[in-house]
């Protein structure tokens, strides 16, 4: 289990600030415990949401463990002075995931996306990982859910008996989600990915390495997709005018704590 003492805050939300074999070490603790957790993949436009959506952010608490994606996080946490070991994004820890897991058989469930894009996402990840154990796809239809039908995806999913579930649903309905069935789904952990769906089927362009590198992906998914990106985008001055009240609130602080009283 992770530490939760580790665990540091930014704006409230606790995060794992954890490099990606830690974070595979204890999946891997999860499954041979028979354990059942989530992990969310947390960006400033997600804690921004947490801010705003008393669901989400509840969602987002109760995940076991709680990832930095985005560079603004990573900024945060050296503004905050908190030890960190980088991003943790989803489309790549679930390339690690996927090519760690081959030798230990792992069971790789992929649950979300548009139409088609499952399926495509499970062919490619094939094809780089010969012997990767694809467990099932499943994309739900657009709109509400009804009871039953929710019964029969979960019926579906655990009937594959997947170690792993992939969420590709995007914030903040892959948070909630994965709280809501959290005990129901049968698998040592669900991991809410978002666009890494689209990115690993091809179904849109990921960043070139050297920009994710750098941690650029913002900028070049703005170029690409402005319209969609903008407002989003608009998130991250507020979270880091946000971080910097948080240093100044907490550094005050414990200055004030320092001051002996006089006598």
């Known amino acids: ?40 993949i947390t960006n400033p436009h997600s804690v921004m949401m947490c801010i705003r959506d008393s669901e989400m952010r509840k969602a987002t608490e109760m995940a076991t463990m709680t990832l ?40 790789h469930f992929f649950y979300g996306g548009a139409e088609g894009v499952v399926e495509k996402l499970s062919d490619r990840l094939l094809n780089i990982y010969p012997g990767l154990k694809v467990a099932g796809t499943y994309c739900p239809p657009f709109g509400h859910i009804s009871r039953e039908e929710n019964e029969e995806i979960i019926y579906k999913i655990n009937s594959a008996k997947p170690d792993i579930v992939w969420i590709g649903l995007g914030a903040p309905k892959q948070e909630k989600w994965m709280a809501e069935h959290l005990g129901h789904v049968k698998a040592a952990a669900m991991i809410g990915v978002g666009a ?48 910097i009240q948080q240093f100044i609130s907490e550094n005050l602080h414990s200055r004030d704590s320092t001051i002996s009283p006089q006598t």
């Open 1 to 40: 289990m992770i530490n939760t003492n580790q665990k540091q805050s930014i704006l409230q939300v606790r995060f794992d600030l954890i490099a990606y074999h830690a974070v595979m070490e204890t999946i891997e603790r999860w499954r041979q415990n028979c354990e059942q957790h989530y992990v969310t």
């Open 68 to 107: 930095p994606d985005g560079i603004g996080i990573i900024i945060a946490a050296f503004l905050l002075g908190y030890q960190h070991s980088g991003r943790a994004t989803g489309p790549m820890l679930m390339l690690k995931l996927c090519d760690w897991g081959r030798q230990k058989g792992y069971r």
């Open 196 to 243: 890494a769906f689209d990115f690993h089927s091809g179904n849109v362009k990921w960043a070139p390495e050297w920009i994710r590198k750098y941690g650029l992906e913002w900028a070049y998914r703005f170029i690409k997709e402005p319209k969609r990106m903008f407002k989003r985008n608009l998130d991250s001055p507020i979270f880091l005018v946000k971080v």
